[in-house]
């Protein structure tokens, strides 16, 4: 069973790809477009092991699989691709990971990935994963989140495993110091597990005292579900736009109005431009929180002959009424709402 698909990205695409239409620095660019490469790198990759797992196992009730948790703990942080918990407790703990040209694995357990038939060393997606099942672990004990039985809390079994594309060369050792097993194609997954549940059945009952319920297993697998820490990121500071005023005040220098305060979370607001639907193209104001808040306001420009605020001395814009007795009809409003509400009534 499912308890839980993967958090969209398309936000963090669709803001990624409206800071690469404003006029930064080519070095900025750069940065910003290996983002939005890596975010569609690994958005294939999640997806591609999510097919197969899902294909596999979203029917049966003795499995319960959570995809794209990440729990923060004691200032640490896991963010882990897929889990598989079973019955048995024996949880999988899995990695995906996007080779377009294949990867491989030395005799010392070294990784690398190649790119236009040229090698390159990366980090083992073992050793990343046996940190987020060490914090994953912590996690659960220290919280109390286990399941038990006759008042005993259950030890789960954790199974570290890593998954590439079914499309992808995958180049192993035949020895080394790595159980390179645990890695392979997504495809192969099922193959695995079913190995994995021969064996079980060949052990004595001991292990079948720690076996839980179906509900069980589900209710354990919605409460982990429910303390994911979806990621938030300010891609302003982490590329060092703080000072563009591209992106921060461009709104002031293409409209000269002071920007309006968002209506949902209360921070300054940015120029924006709609990228589909009837309305693409037209530029709104949208909150610089992106994506976290999703506040909007359309933009109403200043006329030259507007009358300033009575309330604070600001440009006013021609607005409409939406609601009450004077719905359909303009009027007056402060270019700062919604931290202003002056308005003035238009004579008709």
Known sequence: MIIKNKDGCQDQIDYLSDLMERDLPADKKGLIERELKNLYSGKKGEETSAYYLDFDLKKTKNWALIHDLRIEHDGDVAQIDHLLIGRMMDIYVIESKNFNYGVSISDDGDFSFFYKKKPYAIPSPITQNDRHIRLLDKFLTDNDLLPKRLGITLKPYYRNIVLISPTSRLTKPKKGIYDCSTVMKADKFTERLNLDLDENSLKNMVGMAKII????????????????????????????????????TELVDDYHVNPPLCPKCNKEMVVRNTKKGKNIGKKFWGCSDFPTCRGVIDITLPDTSSPLCPKCGENMVKRTSKKGKNIGKEFWGCCKFPKCFGSIQIES
């Open 213 to 248: 319920s179906q509900k069980s297993l589900c209710e354990f697998a919605e409460k982990l579900a429910l303390l994911h820490k979806p990621v938030t990121i300010d891609y302003v500071a982490k590329f060092g736009l703080k000072d563009s005023s591209n992106v921060v």
